[in-house]
């Protein structure tokens, strides 16, 4: 999720090849092209069990990636986009790609989501129709020709009025979430839709969440049903693995 106003869009890629990799025992992980990040990197990855079955899909950011971050400046951008690939090899998704929005004042709504954060945007569709995405208005998101069929919306989540992003979609949040609870806003879920279909899904984490370390995961509440065939979330994940000194945002227990 973000604001509607917003200045440029800027980003930077380092042009590395895919590839796979041991993990776990039993597993193999496919990484997609690297993405510069602050002063280190960010990509996307598809991890796969002892059987070659889809164990999860993520984006895994380096230490490094956290410090040197873009800083708004008076009259420039406050939001910095960054083009994530999925792995050229290893089992296809129903992600198309990801895009990470390094949000370095937040967004509204005030006192919710004005905090600095990443918005991880797991596309459903790819980049061309996310390009055709357009509204009048950000009050678009409470418009009838914008409110998906009930089936698709996950049980509690709303559309409110101004979620609605050109070249995104619109945003349904879960009111019940701890941070529409009066507690800090860490780390959140949110379904995106355009043209009353789903066109994303969208982990949200806080850069002080980050930086701290976390081992976190939750349930994801799942729609009765999906506008594409293929396996979705039941639970996400945000973890530091200290080993590898890397950040993991990830989509799992898939069905």
């Known amino acids: ?27 193999s992980t496919y990484a997609g092209t690297p993405v510069a990040l602050g002063q280190g990197e960010a990509h996307t990855f598809v991890r796969t069990g002892p059987g070659g079955e889809l164990d999860s899909i993520g984006v895994v950011l ?36 990801v895009t990470l929005d390094w949000e370095a004042l937040g967004h509204p709504p005030e006192g919710v989501y004005d905090v600095p954060h ?13 390009a055709k995405v357009h509204f009048d208005g950000p009050d678009d998101s409470a418009s009838p020709a914008q409110q998906p069929p009930t089936e698709l919306v996950p049980a509690g989540y709303v559309l409110p ?16 979430a701890a941070e529409f609870q009066q507690k800090p806003f860490e780390a959140t879920f949110i379904y995106g839709y355009y043209d009353k279909q789903q066109t994303f899904i969208e982990p949200m984490v806080t850069l002080a969440y980050l930086q701290s370390k976390p081992d976190f995961s939750a349930p994801v509440p799942r729609p009765v049903s999906y506008t594409r065939a293929g396996s979705y979330p039941s639970t996400y994940r945000v973890a530091y693995d200290a080993g590898r000194r890397v950040y993991e945002i990830s989509l799992q227990d898939l069905e």
């Open 1 to 27: 999720m973000n604001r509607h106003r917003y200045g440029p869009v800027v980003g930077g890629v380092i042009a590395l090849c895919a590839v796979a990799s041991g993990s776990a025992w039993g597993q």
């Open 62 to 97: 380096t230490a490094a990636a956290l410090e040197g971050l873009p800083r708004a400046t008076p009259g420039g951008p406050v939001l910095f986009s960054y083009h994530l690939p999925m792995p050229e090899t290893g089992p296809r998704t129903v992600i198309d790609h």
């Open 118 to 130: 990443f918005d991880f945007h797991f596309y459903l569709v790819g980049r061309g129709e996310v």
């Open 161 to 176: 009025p101004g979620t609605a992003v050109p070249k995104m979609g619109v945003h349904a949040v879960n009111p019940a």
